[in-house]
Structure formats: structure tokens, C-alpha cells
């Protein structure tokens, strides 16, 4: 069965989005991010740029994959924030 | 105390009355601008001396709030920023015949928020700036995400769509200079992109010319409102009934988000909005015309200009660009706004309050007998209205910084707002990235620097840690629950 015009829509529409964030973050290669500590004009434009490609992605995904998607999401921020961050030894 | 009467003086009400009704025009009109236009009266004031001179600026900048809606609601193009939250139900209002409710209903919103926001002034300005002192860059950076995240759920379409489109917005918001560096980004050699996109030209684009590229597109689903006994015009009991809620929730909001540092009216009025959308108890109604989000809103927006004069008159901060003018006519006039002011001049501070329970009167007087006319606007066949609408957002965006540059962008936000339509992607989050997008990379920015480049600081008060838990339930809740459901219903079959 083809998926309803709505969903096909909605994933024409995640997949531009994509396009524009790939095209932003490839634009804003240009510009310096520099340290956390003195930040460059880069560093923002990437965290937009790249928020922007994650919520494309997600928009386009449906039924398991979006809460596959989140657990892996959630995993993978945990193991960054209290592994190579915090230094707590995890099992 | 008796220096509030000061406001009752011949000369003083003529400046209170010159003022809002320069603020009224100001506000309808898309384009110039509150700030803009206190900037063009400034020498005039100067030679009106301080406080009829102050209080003829006041006037324009509360003045402007009143008018903003007017446009918002008839033809859907927001007389300034704080607005553009007006259009999603005002115009649907204006489209099923009752212009004339949603804009009384806003006259009265705005008068009780302005009100309201006068009496907390006179009483609580010492101890709430001391409140706003306490935000540095790192709660203020905590409480942007926060309040984008609630908001991205504005028209109560898919949240991720609404997500993107704040991030679109935030995108767009780093074209021109870097707030801090200076470095000129995203502008592609372009000499008119290098102060940034404005912002009037984006929105007249997303939502003016989009209207009308939508009405030449399908001519037959624009019905022309017809027009309706002068009784009509005014709001029904229901409706009043109705907007008291909504009006008094967006009072408390607006002043107090008035009180934070950045524009204020704007994020109170999404505030009032998103807040609207959820505890309401006609929330399922709003996003189709419903008079709630247009009285919410409206309400905020003036309870919010209010707050913002906190900040200003306690310690002589200004921030917003009307506020910062306002400050700019206060040193010409050798009033020097602070601590000190009450001591050294009180009759321009109480002269100045009590003005603007005197504006706000002159403004309700103002604005409902005029109701009839502004609401006959939306009964013009659109093949009259539209081509006026479209010149009127021309000479909106080209106006702004005198730029043909800004005109191509109201016409590439048009063509945007039209597709992003049809797609199902609305474009009031994409304007509130707009907005936020240069108080969050600077709040961001000057965090880490203070923090050395540790992220830590982020959440190194309590306020900003609070702040920023929240936004991680608002993000995770939603899809949480939708996959806890789809479990539930894979287990059930």
C-alpha cells in the first residue's frame, strides 16, 4: 500500500529541510569555530545547522524508527555526558 | 505622590495625546516602527522640555502596542513584531465576520494590560529589577531554549515541523554580522545582507505577500466578508465572557516577561499564545479563529511594553530598541534615568506614570469608535485590498533601512511563506527564531567565554539548571509518550 499523500508530503518536505541544513553547515564551513573557550562565528551556525538536519531526519522518520531513533539519541548523549565527560564509570 | 498630577496639565495632555495617536498610526502601519518613529519626533520633544517631551515618547512606544493588531487582524500583515502572533486567530476572526470583536476585544485587552502594568510599575519597580538583574548570560541563554521550546508548539501542528521552523528562523537570524566577533556570515557578497535580514521584510513576506500569492492562487476560497450591522461590529457577550481569562493570564505573563532583558512585547505575546494553546478551555478552537488568541496575546504585548519600562526607570537599562530611544531623549534632557531619578526629578518619573494611565484611557477612547472603520477594510473585494496590501508590504521592507535589497527578501519570504503553507509548516515559529535567534547565540556565547570554554556554565545556577531540565522534559515528554502509546497499542493487536 502507498503512503497517504499527507505522510509522502511530509517526507518530501524532511528531505529539503535536509538539503537546506547540509547546505547550511557546507556554507558555514567557511567561518571559524575557534575554542569554547573564545568562540569563533562558526560554532552557532553549526549547532543550527545541525539541529536542523536532526529534526529533518526525525520528521522523516515514522512508526519504530522515531523511538529507536530517540533511545539511540538518549543513549548515545548519556554515554557523552556521564562517560567522557563526568568520568563515571558506567557498566 | 502628588507629582502624578503633573500628567493633567494642558501641555502635558496634549503631548500624552499627540503621542499615542502618532503610536496608533505608528502601529498600523507596517515598517517604521515604535523606535523608528521616536527616533524622527526626538527633536521635536527636546524642545518640548523633559516630561511633556518624555512623556509624548512614552506616548508612541505604549501607542504603537494598540495599533500593531489593527493590521494583523484586517489583511494579516503585523503592524510591528509583537503582533505577528495577532494574525493566526485575528485574521481568521476578521475572514468569519468578526473584525470588528477581535479588534475591540484587542482595544480592551491592551487597556487592561497597559493598566495593570502601570499600577505594578508605580509599586513593584525596585524589587522585580533587582529580580532581572540576576539573569546573566547563562540563565538568559537557559530561558530562550527554554521559551522556544514551549513555543515551537504554537499552532498546534506537528511539533517537530514547528521545531525546524525555529531552527529555520534561528538560521536565518545569523545572516550579516556575528553578534559579538563583527565577522560578516552568510551574506554571499551581497552588500545589503551585511546588517542582516530584516526582520519587517521577512514577515511582510510570510505573511502579507504569502496572502496574497495564496488569493491569486485560489481566488475562489477567498470569500469577501460581508458587511454586518454597525451592533455586530462590537464583541458579543460570549466573546467578552470569553477573553477574561485569557486576558488576565497574558497581563501577569507579559509583565513579567517584560521584565527580562531582550524583546520582550514579541516573546510575551508567544507566551500568552502557547499558554493559551494549553490550559484555554476552548484551546481545541484556537488556531481557527478563536477570540482567545487574540486577547491573550494583545494583553501580553502591553503588559509587557510596561514591564520593560522597569528596567529603564530603576536603573537606567534599556532593552529594546524603543526603550533605548527612550533613554536617548532621557540624557538629552539631562534626565539621567537610575536610582536617582525619583530623588532628582519626580515629576518627570511620576509625570511620566501617571501619563500612562492617562494614554491608555485616550488610547481605549481612541480606538473603539474607530473599530467600524478599520473593520469595513476587511469587507474590500480582494482584488481591491490585495494590490494595496502588496504595496503596502513593499514600503514596509523597503522603509526599514531605506534597502531595495530588503524588498527581494519580503519577496523571497513570500514565495517561502506560500510553500511552507501548502507543506503545512506555519511561520510564526519561524519568525520567533528570527527574533530569539541573536539573544541566544550571544547569551551562548558570552556564557562560555565567562566559563572559560566550560559548557558547566551553563547550568551553574540554579536558575539556568531548572531552566534547562525543563526544556529537555518539554523536548522528551511528548515523544516519550507517543512511542509508550505505540508500544501499547503493538501489545494490545
Given at each position: 500500500m502507498s503512503p497517504r499523500p499527507a505522510a509522502r508530503r511530509d517526507h518530501w518536505s524532511a528531505l529539503g529541510l535536509a538539503v537546506l541544513a547540509l547546505g547550511y553547515l557546507l556554507a558555514g564551513r567557511r567561518y571559524p569555530l575557534d575554542t569554547l573557550a573564545t568562540p569563533g562565528p562558526g560554532i552557532f551556525p553549526l549547532a543550527a545547522g545541525l539541529a536542523l538536519l536532526a529534526l529533518a531526519v526525525w520528521q522523516g522518520l515514522d512508526g519504530w524508527w522515531r523511538p529507536a531513533a530517540l533511545a539511540l539519541a538518549v543513549t548515545a548523549a548519556s554515554r557523552l555526558l556521564f562517560g567522557t565527560w563526568l568520568g563515571v564509570p558506567l557498566p | 505622590m502628588s507629582d502624578l498630577f503633573v500628567a493633567l496639565t494642558p501641555a502635558n495632555l496634549l503631548a500624552c495625546f499627540a503621542g499615542v495617536v502618532l503610536g496608533t498610526i505608528v502601529g498600523v502601519l507596517p515598517g517604521l516602527g515604535p523606535a523608528g518613529a521616536m527616533a524622527l519626533v526626538l527633536p521635536l520633544t527636546i524642545k518640548l522640555g523633559p516630561t511633556a517631551g518624555l512623556i509624548m515618547l512614552a506616548g508612541i512606544y505604549y501607542g504603537s502596542m494598540y495599533g500593531g493588531s489593527t493590521t494583523s487582524i484586517l489583511?494579516?500583515?503585523?503592524?510591528?513584531?509583537?503582533?505577528?502572533?495577532?494574525?493566526?486567530?485575528g485574521y481568521r476572526l476578521a475572514r468569519k465576520g468578526r473584525a470588528g470583536a477581535a479588534l475591540a476585544i484587542a482595544a480592551i485587552a491592551s487597556f487592561v494590560a497597559g493598566t495593570f502594568s502601570v499600577v505594578a510599575l508605580q509599586l513593584a519597580a525596585p524589587f522585580v529589577a533587582r529580580l532581572a538583574l540576576a539573569f546573566g548570560p547563562a540563565e538568559y541563554f537557559a530561558f530562550a531554549l527554554l521559551g522556544v521550546t514551549l513555543l515551537a508548539n504554537l499552532t498546534g501542528g506537528a511539533r517537530a515541523k514547528s521545531l525546524a521552523m525555529v531552527v529555520a528562523g534561528i538560521m536565518l537570524s545569523t545572516?550579516?554580522?556575528?553578534?559579538?566577533?563583527?565577522t560578516v556570515r552568510f551574506?554571499?557578497?551581497?552588500?545589503?545582507?551585511q546588517a542582516g535580514l530584516s526582520f519587517i521584510a521577512v514577515t511582510a513576506g510570510l505573511f502579507g505577500v504569502a496572502e496574497v500569492l495564496a488569493t491569486i492562487a485560489a481566488p475562489a476560497d477567498f470569500a469577501p466578508v460581508a458587511r454586518v450591522p454597525f451592533r455586530a461590529l462590537y464583541p458579543s457577550r460570549e466573546e467578552l465572557r470569553r477573553s477574561v481569562p485569557p486576558m488576565l493570564r497574558g497581563t501577569v505573563l507579559g509583565f513579567l516577561v517584560g521584565?527580562?532583558?531582550?524583546?520582550a512585547a514579541t516573546i510575551a505575546s508567544f507566551v500568552s499564545y502557547g499558554v493559551e494553546k494549553r490550559v484555554s478551555r476552548y484551546r481545541h478552537e484556537i488556531g481557527t479563529g478563536a477570540i482567545e488568541g487574540v486577547a491573550g496575546p494583545e494583553a501580553a504585548n502591553n503588559a509587557a511594553a510596561g514591564g520593560g519600562m522597569i528596567p529603564l526607570l530603576a536603573l537606567g537599562l534599556p532593552f529594546t530598541p524603543s526603550t533605548a530611544v527612550l533613554l536617548s531623549g532621557m540624557l538629552l534632557m539631562s534626565v539621567t534615568p537610575g536610582p536617582f531619578l525619583l530623588r532628582d526629578h519626580p515629576q518627570v518619573f511620576w509625570g511620566v506614570i501617571g501619563s500612562f494611565y492617562i494614554g491608555n484611557v485616550m488610547l481605549l477612547l481612541l480606538n473603539l469608535p474607530l473599530v467600524g472603520i478599520f473593520a469595513r477594510v476587511a469587507t474590500i473585494p480582494p482584488r481591491y485590498l490585495m494590490p494595496g496590501v502588496l504595496v503596502l508590504c513593499s514600503v514596509a521592507a523597503y522603509s526599514?533601512?531605506?534597502?531595495?535589497f530588503d524588498v527581494w527578501v519580503m519577496v523571497g519570504a513570500g514565495v517561502l511563506g506560500y510553500a511552507m503553507r501548502g507543506l503545512g509548516y506555519d511561520p510564526a515559529p519561524l519568525v520567533l527564531g528570527l527574533v530569539l535567534g541573536p539573544v541566544l547565540e550571544r547569551s551562548l556565547l558570552q556564557a562560555l567565554t565567562i566559563g572559560r570554554g566550560d559548557p558547566r556554565e551553563l547550568w551553574s545556577s540554579a536558575p539556568a539548571a531548572i531552566m534547562l531540565v525543563a526544556t529537555a522534559v518539554v523536548l522528551l515528554a511528548p515523544a516519550a509518550r507517543a512511542g509508550l502509546r505505540l508500544w501499547t497499542r503493538e501489545r494490545a493487536s
Open positions: - | 489583511v494579516n500583515v503585523p503592524g510591528e513584531a509583537a503582533s505577528v502572533v495577532t494574525t493566526i486567530d545572516v550579516g554580522m556575528d553578534p559579538l566577533g563583527g551574506t554571499f557578497d551581497v552588500a545589503g545582507a521584565l527580562v532583558p531582550g524583546p526599514d533601512n531605506n534597502n531595495a
